[in-house]
């Protein structure tokens, strides 16, 4: 009987030191992990803002520029034949050029 108490009270304690280690082990994890993400999000952002008016194909500022222009009008004005540029796909570009667009709008 008294074995077995020392046994439970043993296993108690092994597992209050294991919780600690787990809490501890938690507590660094969060610690590091935000600035870790902000640190991440940074290194993948500063390249990208970089050189923003850079056209690195020809056909960006010769097509996809206009087509982009063309497409965001059709669309607020909800003339929908007109939203049909080319043969090819492209809408992701468009709708994503005109949000964009309007972003740009709005800032200035």
Sequence with gaps: M?????RRAAHE???AATN???QATQRRERTFALPLALTLVLLALLPRTFGL???LTTDEA???IERTERFSDAVSTGQWHATIQTGHPGVTLMWLGSLG???E???F
Aim: positive net charge; without cysteine; charged residues 20%.
């Design 2 to 6: 008294a074995t077995e108490q020392g």
């Design 105 to 107: 709008r709005w800032a």
């Design 101 to 103: 667009l309007a972003i």
């Design 53 to 55: 008016a850079d056209f």
């Design 13 to 15: 304690q092994s597992r």
């Design 20 to 22: 600690r280690v787990t």
């Design 62 to 64: 010769y097509h996809w």
